[in-house]
């Protein structure tokens, strides 16, 4: 008998609602990377707080990251994100007022416990419509707002900075997400049984699936303890965070290397650093499918994180000498953005049932730190220095690190498996 067609209204009503809602959180999140050089030059402030105030809108970000699930099952994530939404555009506003470095870095903290809180909640609405067999797919998709934002912010913002300032940039695009709030509140329903646009036929589908998906909620508070000693979710912490330190890094600081290796117009700068972001879109769909085909995650993602260390090492060198050769490096570069779907298919394959949820926490926390050590880093150095190639060449050993760490987790056996479930079993 032929299996009948569920009806995908949610694919045409959730998902894109709450792709452009995370596009314009990538939107107000990187976008200071353009106004680096006018905030410099007006405040009078060194690269080095610029890439602390780029990195610490990661320390802001860990702060609500557990809570911002638990509202979001509380109160629902249509309630939560709308509150977000209408927060940190109000935020994003401010960061056009600051008068100072210290009023800018608390702006960004603030923006980040905002936007923290939105991941988590966004996981949750994912969760309460796509059954676990398309989940997968529905946060790819989901996650494809991160490339898109930088394809949109890199011209407009490099326009606006040509034709106005680095404060009417940041006025003029934190009004969007203020916008969306009322899409977002109007549009989206938490669940299928409170939705009165989806047909019978797809809501008795989701809710069904969701029904007969068996998931462990009753993990043990001592899973946390066994996490942090075992060896392979501490290497997977430590690829996180070497990989997101080069790669957020160094798209924080895109505009900026652009800059030094074109000088070209604000405008020009733009549209050059959207083309990367192309790659990484490609990237990211086609090493999802040869990841899952194969199963070979570790290889793929440390084949990628290879060819960013080389692909960055080649624009270094190539530099203002050879500028079309550096741009098609950089342009290759984020094709490693595509280490994401390979990296979270790994932690399912080397750790027990009983120990993934406290792992995940851990290696997120610590993965997501790099995102405050490398945009500081790549300030501190270009401070010293006054070239981008200390912070390039830094980026691309960091990546180079992730790509060897990854190789030396192993599977775990069957005796460490069975040591780590008692752990996990065993209460204090």
């Not at 990377?33 to 105030?53: E, I």
């Not at 609405?125 to 797919?137: G, H, M, T, V």
């Not at 989206?188 to 998931?215: F, H, M």
């Not at 953005?337 to 399912?348: E, V």
């Given at each position: 008998?032929?299996?009948?067609?569920?009806?995908?209204?949610?694919?045409?009503?959730?998902?894109?609602?709450?792709?452009?809602?995370?596009?314009?959180?990538?939107?107000?999140?990187?976008?200071?990377?353009?106004?680096?050089?006018?905030?410099?030059?007006?405040?009078?402030?060194?690269?080095?707080?610029?890439?602390?105030?780029?990195?610490?809108?990661?320390?802001?970000?860990?702060?609500?990251?557990?809570?911002?699930?638990?509202?979001?099952?509380?109160?629902?994530?249509?309630?939560?994100?709308?509150?977000?939404?209408?927060?940190?555009?109000?935020?994003?506003?401010?960061?056009?007022?600051?008068?100072?470095?210290?009023?800018?870095?608390?702006?960004?903290?603030?923006?980040?416990?905002?936007?923290?809180?939105?991941?988590?909640?966004?996981?949750?609405?994912?969760?309460?419509?796509?059954?676990?067999?398309?989940?997968?797919?529905?946060?790819?998709?989901?996650?494809?707002?991160?490339?898109?934002?930088?394809?949109?912010?890199?011209?407009?913002?490099?326009?606006?900075?040509?034709?106005?300032?680095?404060?009417?940039?940041?006025?003029?695009?934190?009004?969007?997400?203020?916008?969306?709030?009322?899409?977002?509140?109007?549009?989206?329903?938490?669940?299928?049984?409170?939705?009165?646009?989806?047909?019978?036929?797809?809501?008795?589908?989701?809710?069904?699936?969701?029904?007969?998906?068996?998931?462990?909620?009753?993990?043990?508070?001592?899973?946390?303890?066994?996490?942090?000693?075992?060896?392979?979710?501490?290497?997977?912490?430590?690829?996180?965070?070497?990989?997101?330190?080069?790669?957020?890094?160094?798209?924080?600081?895109?505009?900026?290397?652009?800059?030094?290796?074109?000088?070209?117009?604000?405008?020009?700068?733009?549209?050059?650093?959207?083309?990367?972001?192309?790659?990484?879109?490609?990237?990211?769909?086609?090493?999802?499918?040869?990841?899952?085909?194969?199963?070979?995650?570790?290889?793929?993602?440390?084949?990628?994180?290879?060819?960013?260390?080389?692909?960055?090492?080649?624009?270094?060198?190539?530099?203002?000498?050879?500028?079309?050769?550096?741009?098609?490096?950089?342009?290759?570069?984020?094709?490693?953005?595509?280490?994401?779907?390979?990296?979270?298919?790994?932690?399912?394959?080397?750790?027990?049932?009983?120990?993934?949820?406290?792992?995940?926490?851990?290696?997120?926390?610590?993965?997501?730190?790099?995102?405050?050590?490398?945009?500081?880093?790549?300030?501190?150095?270009?401070?010293?220095?006054?070239?981008?190639?200390?912070?390039?060449?830094?980026?691309?050993?960091?990546?180079?690190?992730?790509?060897?760490?990854?190789?030396?987790?192993?599977?775990?056996?069957?005796?460490?498996?069975?040591?780590?479930?008692?752990a996990s079993e065993t209460t204090l």
């Amino acid at each position: 008998m032929a299996q009948l067609k569920v009806p995908n209204g949610r694919w045409l009503r959730i998902m894109p609602i709450a792709f452009i809602m995370y596009t314009f959180a990538y939107i107000d999140r990187n976008n200071i990377g353009f106004g680096f050089a006018g905030m410099q030059k007006d405040l009078g402030f060194s690269a080095a707080y610029s890439g602390l105030a780029g990195g610490i809108f990661f320390i802001g970000f860990l702060v609500f990251q557990v809570h911002g699930g638990i509202w979001a099952r509380k109160y629902g994530a249509r309630k939560v994100i709308t509150i977000c939404l209408v927060i940190w555009s109000i935020i994003a506003f401010l960061t056009g007022t600051v008068h100072n470095v210290a009023e800018l870095l608390v702006v960004r903290f603030i923006l980040g416990m905002v936007e923290g809180i939105v991941w988590p909640a966004s996981l949750i609405l994912i969760s309460n419509w796509f059954p676990q067999k398309e989940r997968a797919r529905a946060t790819a998709y989901f996650m494809l707002g991160t490339p898109i934002s930088a394809i949109i912010m890199s011209p407009i913002s490099g326009y606006l900075l040509d034709h106005t300032s680095w404060r009417v940039m940041f006025f003029i695009e934190a009004l969007p997400p203020l916008v969306w709030a009322l899409l977002w509140w109007f549009g989206i329903s938490d669940k299928p049984s409170v939705a009165k646009w989806i047909s019978k036929e797809e809501k008795d589908y989701i809710e069904t699936s969701l029904a007969n998906e068996k998931t462990n909620a009753n993990v043990s508070k001592n899973s946390f303890v066994a996490a942090l000693a075992n060896k392979n979710v501490l290497i997977l912490s430590f690829v996180g965070f070497f990989g997101i330190m080069g790669l957020y890094g160094f798209g924080l600081w895109l505009p900026t290397v652009v800059k030094a290796i074109t000088h070209g117009s604000n405008t020009s700068v733009g549209l050059i650093s959207a083309l990367p972001w192309f790659s990484a879109i490609i990237g990211s769909i086609l090493i999802s499918h040869l990841s899952d085909r194969t199963g070979n995650h570790k290889g793929f993602y440390s084949l990628i994180c290879i060819i960013g260390t080389v692909s960055l090492l080649v624009a270094t060198i190539a530099g203002t000498a050879h500028p079309y050769v550096a741009i098609i490096a950089l342009i290759c570069l984020q094709f490693s953005f595509a280490k994401n779907a390979p990296f979270w298919a790994i932690p399912t394959g080397v750790l027990s049932r009983e120990m993934l949820p406290s792992a995940i926490g851990i290696i997120n926390g610590i993965g997501n730190l790099g995102g405050f050590f490398g945009p500081y880093v790549f300030g501190l150095l270009m401070t010293f220095t006054h070239s981008t190639k200390a912070g390039t060449t830094f980026f691309s050993l960091s990546l180079l690190v992730s790509a060897l760490l990854v190789l030396t987790i192993r599977q775990t056996s069957q005796r460490e498996s069975k040591v780590a479930k008692y752990a996990s079993e065993t209460t204090l």
